[in-house]
């Protein structure tokens, strides 16, 4: 799976430090909350979808973060969001 950094990021996010041990996304089923704005649950969410789009560039990274930061608000499982992830980002890379 590819290890995204915070520094690689455009956006800085809140690390919520009491959740930090918690199970992060690994892969599907997870249809456990995602919060969007919790650095720790940002990176391997960004890391899977990359993975799944096969891609390490960093401009489609600083894509995906401005679909993660206009997805629609009723799309609040981790499950969810990967699914409107990889498919707002197949969506952009065509043609890229």
Do not use: W
């Not at 800085?12 to 720790?40: I, Q």
């Not at 992830?85 to 043609?95: F, I, N, T, Y």
């Amino acid at each position: 799976m590819l290890i995204v950094k915070a520094f690689d990021l455009k956006f800085k996010y809140r690390k919520y430090v009491e959740t930090r041990d918690e199970p992060k996304f690994s892969g599907l089923p997870d249809p456990a909350p995602f919060n969007r704005d919790d650095l720790y649950e940002v990176l391997p969410m960004m890391g899977a979808v990359m993975d799944q789009l096969g891609t390490a560039d960093g401009e489609i990274l600083n894509r995906l973060e401005d679909f993660l930061n206009t997805m629609p608000r009723f799309i609040t499982s981790r499950e969810e969001t990967f699914h409107y992830l990889v498919g707002c980002g197949s969506q952009s890379m065509e043609g890229y």
